[in-house]
């Protein structure tokens, strides 16, 4: 329908009742599948479903505990980093 004058607009009540009658005899979802059926049934037509429930999580990663450094290694592991002058 066309509107040309605001009077002719009919009132909000009618809006109302029609909307009631199509959504009791779900008339958007019928015309919606009629819709997909005609211009989509020659496709696989996929969708992604994301859950959005919070699971609970540490914004850091928890510390490390420390460790005893062992006085030994502490050397060999210098001269692995840092070759002495004498061994060249």
């Given amino acids: 329908m066309r509107w ?10 009618v809006f109302s009742r029609a909307f009631s009658k199509f959504a009791d ?3 958007a979802q019928r015309v919606h ?10 496709r696989l037509v996929g969708h992604i479903l994301r ?10 990663a928890a510390p490390k505990p420390a460790q005893e450094k062992d006085p ?7 001269r692995l980093v840092r ?3 004498r061994s060249r």
């Fill in 4 to 13: 040309e004058r605001a009077a002719e607009v009919p009132d909000e009540s």
């Fill in 25 to 27: 005899a779900e008339f």
């Fill in 33 to 42: 599948a009629a819709l997909i059926q005609r211009t989509q049934s020659e």
């Fill in 51 to 60: 859950d959005g429930t919070a699971i609970e999580a540490r914004e850091k």
């Fill in 72 to 78: 030994r290694r502490a050397g060999y592991i210098a």
């Fill in 83 to 85: 070759p002495s002058v």
